[in-house]
């Protein structure tokens, strides 16, 4: 098992900044692929960053390139996703995922999940 913990959530301007971290406990971490995806109100879960298992490829939603980046740091068994630029289209509940497959953790198909955060931007 691996247990995944998403803090730094908040509301925030549209503008601003904001770093989400998501701890995990358990399992090697460098053994996963880690994603983050989000779900806002009425709407479905969708993909937003991944990271391989070592931070050496990174992929995004069309939706956040260039404006967030997703990393991790296998020391401290956590990954980030810095947010940059924020629109009230990036409010959400954003959770992480891990899986031990990289196209698993980006289809969603992940078997572990954190609990989510909630990102609210607006004025």
């Known amino acids: 098992q691996v247990q995944l913990v998403e803090s730094g959530g908040g509301l925030v301007q549209p503008g601003d900044s904001l770093r989400l971290s998501c701890a995990a406990s358990g399992r090697t971490f460098s053994n996963y692929a880690m994603s983050w995806f989000r779900q806002a109100p009425g709407k479905e879960r969708e993909f937003v960053a991944a990271i391989t298992w070592r931070g050496g490829n990174r992929y995004y939603a069309d939706s956040v390139k260039g404006r967030f980046t997703i990393s991790r740091d296998n020391a401290k068994n956590t990954v980030y996703l810095q947010m940059n630029s924020l629109k009230p289209e990036d409010t959400a509940v954003y959770y992480c995922?891990?899986?031990?497959?990289?196209?698993?953790?980006?289809?969603?198909?992940?078997?572990?999940w954190g609990q989510g955060t909630q990102v609210t931007v607006s004025s």
């Open positions: 995922a891990a899986a031990a497959g990289l196209s698993t953790v980006i289809s969603g198909r992940g078997e572990f």
